[in-house]
Structures are given as C-alpha cells and as structure tokens.
Nanobody
Framework: QVQLVESGGGLVQPGGSLRLSCATS????????MGWYRQAPGKLRELVAG???????TYADSVKGRFTISRDSSKNTVYLQMNSLKPEDTAVYYC?????????WGQGTQVTVSS
C-alpha cells in the first residue's frame, strides 16, 4: 500500500521559512505527478505547487517566487521550500501523488504563520 508521509510543518513568524517533506513508501518514479495542496479553514483545498516526472513544475500565483517544489529520487521524497511566509499561507498542507488512475494523499501537516 502506497503511503505519503509529510513532515516539517509548524509555527513561523511572517517573513520566515519552512521546508516541508513528503516521503513516499515506494519509488518516487511510480508517480507521474506529485504536488502540494493546502486547505485553510472554511476554504477549498487548492494546489500550491506540483511537479511532473518530466521535471515541469507549476505554482499557484499566490506563491510564485516564494515557494519551490523539488524532488530527491534517491530519497523518494518531495520537498516544498517556503520562503517569505505570510499569514495567509496558514493552512494544512497535503502531499499528493498520482500514479496511473490512483490518487494518494498524505495525512497533512499544519503550517501556521503568525507573530
């Protein structure tokens, strides 16, 4: 059974940085798309950043220039480096992987940006 396990969330002040990690139980090559989504209270879950196996990346307009998604195939891990964090980035962040017709989700990690 495929599992995605996130880590790295926490409380950070505005302007600070965090790096989220998503470790997969299997080979990262089995996913042709991996991404990070977030869901704030009372809002829909939204795509923050994604990366395809080809190396193409995509970002939400609200995080362009501040967030960077990357993958380390040797560790079967996807990262989300978040810089210049703002209070509106506060949300539960979920790792997502798509393999064939199947979608896999992590359990989520809380990111809170507050002074």
């Amino acid at each position: 059974q495929v599992q995605l396990v996130e880590s790295g969330g926490g409380l950070v002040q505005p302007g600070g940085s965090l790096r989220l990690s998503c470790a997969t139980s299997g080979s990262i090559f089995s996913f042709y798309f991996m991404g990070w989504y977030r869901q704030a209270p009372g809002k829909l879950r939204e795509l923050v950043a994604g990366t395809a196996g080809s190396g193409i990346t995509t970002y939400a307009d609200s995080v362009k220039g501040r967030f960077t998604i990357s993958r380390d195939s040797s560790k079967n891990t996807v990262y989300l480096q978040m810089n210049s964090l703002k209070p509106e980035d506060t949300a539960v962040y979920y790792c997502h992987g798509r393999s064939g017709l199947a979608n896999y989700w992590g359990q989520g990690t809380q990111v809170t940006v507050s002074s």
